[in-house]
């Protein structure tokens, strides 16, 4: 009936004044900058991906089914991708990548 959460706006305020806008725009930089490196990783391997300018979401063929399941990746068709949030650290992508190498044999 047109309810809204009002948490959302809520934890939204907290987080700028908590961070403010300076400690937003370094989280966002931080962001972008890992999701470009997890691009970079994909297409060392010459594996099929995307990334758009100034955007956080890698999408990218669809791995094997055991990298799926253990990533709790999402799909849709051949494709599969990753939104690189805060939690997403280069560690994090290296870890991912180690088992793509193991997994997924480099594309010619």
């Known amino acids: 009936l047109g309810a809204r959460n009002g948490h959302t706006p809520i934890f939204l305020w907290y ?3 908590m961070k403010g806008s300076e400690g937003i725009k370094k989280e966002v930089e931080s962001c972008i900058r890992n999701a470009k490196y997890l691009f970079e990783r994909l297409k060392s391997m010459d594996y099929p991906c995307m990334l758009n300018a100034l955007s956080t979401t890698v ?3 669809k791995p094997p089914e055991k990298i799926i399941k253990k990533w ?5 068709g051949d494709w599969a991708h990753i939104v ?3 939690n997403v650290d280069q560690r994090k992508i290296d870890l991912f990548m180690r088992d793509m190498l ?3 044999p480099l594309v010619d």
Do not use: D
Not at 72 to 76: C, G, K, P
């Open 84 to 86: 690189v949030m805060q």
């Open 15 to 17: 987080a700028l004044q």
């Open 72 to 76: 709790q990746l999402a799909t849709q």
């Open 102 to 104: 193991e997994t997924c």
């Open 59 to 61: 999408v990218f063929k």
